[in-house]
């Protein structure tokens, strides 16, 4: 977020907004454009204070970046580049934020400096122009980012106002088809500025023909400065002009190559991946309406360097592509940073975890030659190792690598040599190998190794991984730890393969990942995007000691694990060399071919359960998975209750649902010692109590009608029944007047699984609950929703969940069983359960007994525990016990 410092300097420029938009407003070519661009900028100034760093995972994770609001880009966060957002720490010119942030301010062109909208993109990305996202130069303009006439909302206010300043006549202001180096007094200034070059010229005659007019004479009541001293002669030669406020230097261009990622930021485009292949996002034009809804379709070609996109929103319909030679290509907008004429370079999103953020800045250090340009050595100074006639000093490296079962066929192939150079480890000159680290052909960067086992690199050299070159196009890769490995495996007779220059870590960082500019261990993975962003399989063959382990994983977070795959060496060896000189060729292609995908959560494959289908192939007939006795004959049949399963229960008023569960609970208890958590609404406790003990004691509790003529049980059987019941059975109760929530019980089953262990749990019934649902959720979707939770409960803590419903108010009933599709709320009462029973009751004495009950069997999800019928019992009204029919 700002700081104080860069927020207060910004202020001062508030006054100048409504000049800046008035001239952007006046230089709009399309208004449909414009007024997106102005909309998200008061939108983005709303949130300038707090943008948080939003997680990504992967090199491919990425954040679409935009600001929320009915015109938004996308949802989701964006931070900033951290060096040209944050006004704390000082630049590459030595310069705080508070002096960067007061000579912008200052600096000429800079009236639209707005101090309340922070800008999207690199912090130091040229003022360009975003190419338009159109298929063709006849395709209509659909109103995407970067499209004609709109302002682009990725460069900064200031940057914008520049860019429609060049394009209005009349107007003054930075040309953008000549940059102006930072000082004018660098070499080629005058040459790149005309006006630069006239003021130099005018300062020059004017020092070498008339002398210094003399300060004028200070007005009344001041006091007067103090005689100046005669001029001294005029110097040979002439003395520069003073130099104009300093401003920030241009940052060491980008060497990476450009990658599909970096052009379709420009477009305000950021996919999770950039594999060929579809992909889904939020449109960062039309912020995917009000449901956000993922609407832009984005292709990958094969090549992995261009792409086509359309919004499926028929409001939308923004189509475009973009292709990595869009970039390369020559432009109207003038040389870039590198003096090239094209397309502006963008970093791109990368990492996973808080730390994600916009621009890498990971290849822009300065190297320790003339210029920034890193030192490497002459060709003539590289003795070459391959068959053949050798130098003394390449014979010696030549024999050791054949020792390790290198060729030396494989050696040159891959450019290895020796050289005398100065060791740091040994502080003189020594006869090291070379393993040159080439892209495009280009030699990039050195490791040395000394015989010591020391190794070192080209100071101030880019970081990119070896063989680089080896891996161009290719949808299959393998990552290992070392230049030895990389050779190893092209000696079995695999060649996509390289290798990360700096070894592994020493463990794996705790917490989010470090912004891709802050992430220095890895960042050769950064500069290497563009090859590896189209690859869809990686395959991680480091070291099998802990720091190798911690390197997999670690590359695996940046890379993606879902398309990342870790090898396992045989048994005793350590790498790949190892392996190879070991085990053989064969050896090391079978160690590859078997790699296992790195694991990723919430998914499995069977045999990650083996163990689990051994054992319930095994079960005996008594075992709990083929689901337990109900204690009814006539039930057993067609249901057995099954732990981990989820039970709906429905029946009219008053036919003995609830009676019916608690007698089947009781049984449960008796027969198979099950421990049950009651959270039944409608019965007083003391009530609950009474029907329980008598199911269990076989006696009434009173005497009276309903117990006809046995005795009520006596006290010492109520005790006994009472600790029984204690034992088995505990209440989830509201204590006060508010209705319970099915979050709030599962909560606390969950808690009585801990610490009382049951194994059934009874809720008791539906229409008691609490049912608050969000605003614009539907009943069905909440019944959804819950039942869900509901059965994720009972898999995981493996208990038996019975749930109560009511049905619906029944028109015209004539006394016949309703059906689960009855339930009042939802149908998804009966898709959603295991099993579905109906409990009814004979109302009519020419049908049968009154007391005949049928339990319909009308869903079981598991054949193996039961199927689908309609067995009957019989209640006993003395003790409320269910018996089968004689």
């Known amino acids: 977020m700002l700081t104080a410092s860069t927020s207060t300097v910004r202020a001062g420029a508030y006054t100048q907004r409504s000049v800046a938009a008035g001239d952007r407003a006046r230089a709009g070519a399309g208004a449909r454009g414009g007024m997106w661009a102005r909309r998200a900028a008061r939108v983005m100034a709303a949130r300038a204070r707090a943008i948080p760093v939003v997680s990504i995972g992967g090199i491919a994770p990425g954040v679409v970046p935009g600001v929320r609001g009915p015109w938004r880009v996308a949802r989701g966060e964006i931070a900033a580049a951290t060096r040209g957002f944050n006004g704390d720490g000082a630049d590459g010119g030595g310069r705080t934020g508070d002096q960067r942030g007061a000579s912008d301010a200052r600096g000429a062109g800079r009236r639209d400096v707005d101090p309340q909208?922070?800008?999207?993109g690199a912090a130091d990305a040229p003022t360009q122009r975003a190419?338009?996202?159109?298929?063709?130069?006849?395709?209509?303009?659909?109103g995407g980012p970067g499209g004609t006439g709109a302002p682009n909302p990725f460069l900064r206010r200031d940057q914008n106002a520049e860019r429609v300043a060049d394009a209005t006549p009349g107007r003054t202001g930075a040309n953008q088809r000549s940059p102006v180096p930072s000082n004018p007094n660098e070499p080629?200034?005058?040459?790149?500025?005309?006006?630069?070059?006239?003021?130099?010229?005018?300062?020059?005659?004017?020092?070498?023909?008339t002398p210094r007019r003399p300060p004028p004479p200070p007005p009344p009541g001041m006091r007067s400065p103090p005689p100046n001293p005669p001029p001294p002669p005029p110097p040979d030669p002439p003395p520069p002009p003073p130099d104009p406020p300093q401003t920030r230097a241009p940052p060491t261009?980008?060497?990476?190559?450009?990658?599909?990622?970096?052009?379709?930021?420009?477009?305000?485009?950021?996919?999770?991946?950039?594999?060929?292949?579809?992909?889904?996002?939020?449109?960062?034009?039309?912020?995917?309406?009000s449901t956000a809804e993922r609407s832009l379709a984005v292709h990958v070609d094969d090549d992995g360097a261009s792409c086509q996109w359309m919004c499926h929103r028929a409001t939308c319909e923004w189509t475009g592509g973009a292709s990595t030679s869009d970039a390369a290509r020559p432009g109207r907008n003038g040389p870039d940073a590198n003096g090239e004429r094209g397309g502006t370079r963008s970093s791109a999103v990368f990492g996973s975890g808080s730390g994600a953020s916009v621009g890498t800045g990971m290849s822009r250090r300065r190297g320790s030659g003339a210029g920034g340009a890193p030192k490497l050595p002459s060709p003539e100074s590289l003795e070459r190792v391959g068959p053949g006639a050798l130098t003394d000093n390449a014979k010696e490296w030549a024999d050791w690598l054949t020792s390790r079962g290198i060729s030396l066929e494989v050696a040159e192939r891959n450019g290895v040599a020796a050289q005398r150079v100065f060791s740091p480890a040994a502080g003189e000159h020594v006869n090291a190998l070379v393993f040159p680290y080439f892209r495009d052909g280009e030699l990039v960067n050195i490791k040395y190794r000394g015989s010591d086992k020391s190794f070192w690199q080209i100071k101030g050299a880019e970081k990119i991984m070896f063989g680089l070159d080896d891996i161009a196009g290719a949808r299959e890769i393998?990552?290992?730890?070392?230049?030895?490995?990389?050779?190893?495996?092209?000696q079995a007779g695999i060649k996509n393969v390289v290798s990360v220059p700096?070894?592994?870590?020493?463990?794996?960082?705790?917490?989010?990942?470090?912004?891709?500019?802050?992430?220095?261990?890895?960042?050769?993975?950064?500069?290497?995007?563009?090859?590896?962003d189209p690859v869809s399989r990686i395959v991680i063959a480091v070291d099998s000691d802990g720091p190798g382990q911690a390197l997999a994983e670690e590359l695996a977070r940046r890379l993606g694990k879902e398309r990342c795959y870790r090898v396992t060496w045989p048994e005793g060896c350590k790498d790949a060399n190892d392996v190879l000189q070991k085990e053989g060729d064969a050896a090391v292609r079978g160690s590859i071919d078997n790699a296992e995908g790195f694991p990723l959560r919430g998914l499995f494959r069977f045999s990650d359960f083996q163990d689990d289908i051994s054992n319930y192939f095994g079960v005996s007939e008594a075992s709990e998975m083929k689901g337990v006795s109900t204690g009814w004959r006539s039930i057993d049949g067609h249901y057995r209750p099954v732990p981990g399963e989820l039970t709906v229960v429905t029946g009219v008023p008053n036919s003995g649902k609830s009676e019916w569960v608690d007698a089947l609970m009781c049984n449960l208890a008796v027969q198979h010692g099950w421990t049950f958590a009651l959270c039944s609404l409608e019965n007083k406790v003391h009530e609950h109590a009474?029907?329980?003990?008598?199911?269990?004691?076989?006696?009434?509790?009173?005497?009276?009608?309903?117990?006809?003529?046995?005795?009520?049980?006596?006290?010492?059987?109520?005790?006994?029944?009472?600790?029984?019941?204690?034992?088995?059975?505990?209440?989830?109760?509201?204590e006060d007047d508010e209705l319970p929530s099915v979050d709030w019980i599962i909560g606390l089953a969950r808690a009585a699984v801990m610490r009382h262990g049951i194994r059934g749990l009874l809720i008791d019934p539906y229409n008691e609950l609490d049912h608050?649902?969000?605003?614009?959720?539907?009943?069905?979707?909440?019944?959804?929703?819950m039942l869900t939770r509901i059965k994720r409960f009972a898999q995981h803590y493996d208990v038996h969940v019975w749930f109560v419903a009511h049905p619906r108010q029944l028109h015209n009933w004539r006394g016949e069983a309703p059906g689960l599709y009855d339930i009042s709320g939802s149908a998804h009462f009966i898709n959603k359960c295991d099993n579905g029973i109906v409990v009814h009751r004979n109302r009519d004495e020419k049908l049968g007994s009154l007391r005949e009950v049928t339990i319909h069997v009308a869903k079981v999800r598991n054949k193996v525990a039961g199927a689908i019928g309609d067995p009957k019992l019989e209640y006993n009204l003395t003790n409320g016990r269910y018996e089968d029919l004689k």
């Open 502 to 532: 700096d070894g592994a870590p020493g463990k794996v960082r705790d917490g989010d990942l470090p912004a891709p500019e802050e992430d220095r261990k890895f960042e050769y993975l950064w500069n290497c995007r563009a090859a590896l």
């Open 131 to 142: 190419p338009a996202a159109n298929l063709g130069p006849g395709a209509p303009n659909r």
């Open 188 to 209: 080629g200034a005058a040459q790149a500025n005309p006006a630069v070059q006239q003021r130099q010229q005018r300062a020059q005659g004017a020092n070498a023909a």
């Open 478 to 490: 393998v990552i290992v730890e070392g230049e030895m490995d990389k050779l190893a495996l092209e």
């Open 772 to 785: 608050k649902r969000p605003q614009g959720q539907t009943e069905t979707e909440y019944v959804s929703q």
């Open 253 to 289: 261009p980008d060497r990476s190559p450009i990658a599909l990622r970096d052009v379709l930021l420009e477009k305000g485009i950021v996919l999770t991946s950039y594999t060929p292949g579809q992909h889904r996002i939020v449109c960062p034009s039309c912020g995917g309406g």
């Open 690 to 734: 009474r029907k329980l003990v008598e199911k269990y004691t076989g006696e009434p509790w009173f005497e009276g009608k309903y117990g006809g003529k046995k005795a009520r049980m006596r006290p010492e059987t109520m005790r006994a029944g009472l600790h029984w019941l204690d034992n088995q059975f505990v209440l989830i109760r509201h």
């Open 117 to 120: 909208v922070q800008w999207f």
